[in-house]
């Protein structure tokens, strides 16, 4: 019998893909968070995230042949990103999660993940004010 992975349990490709739209819709509207972003599109940034997830999850290893190892910190470390930024990211993302309405379970395990992969994204303290 072959074990089955989260990727399989909540529905593969079709869901991630759900997944990461919702949340670059967000990402879209949010002009703090767009600023991450350098790309115009963010249609490369939606794919790396797809394929990422899609690989982290259990699904094809399409990631790592493409781009490496994912190295998630050293990827984003030329980016400064601060815990205001962080929390927008969640804001986002947590709210794709809602849209995709996985069982309690899956639901818990997903949630648990991207809040601790977005904390440890923080490398910057917000600008403390003048004064």
Do not use: K
Request: glycine content about 8%; hydrophobic content about 40%; proline content about 8%.
């Amino acid at each position: 019998m072959t074990p089955v992975s989260f990727y399989d349990d909540v529905g593969g490709h079709p869901t991630f893909a759900r997944l990461v739209a919702e949340f670059y819709l967000g990402v879209a509207g949010d002009p703090e968070l767009r600023a991450l972003y350098p790309e115009e599109d963010l249609g490369p940034a939606q794919d790396r995230l797809l394929g990422f997830l899609v690989q982290y999850w259990g699904g094809p290893m399409t990631y790592s042949q493409e781009r490496g190892h994912p190295r998630l910190r050293m990827r984003h470390a030329p980016y400064a990103v601060t815990p205001a930024q962080r929390d927008r990211w969640l804001l986002h993302m947590l709210a794709a999660v809602d849209v995709i309405a996985l069982d309690e379970t899956h639901d818990l395990l997903l949630r648990d993940y991207l809040t601790r992969a977005a904390w440890s994204m923080v490398n910057t303290m917000e600008d403390e004010p003048a004064g």
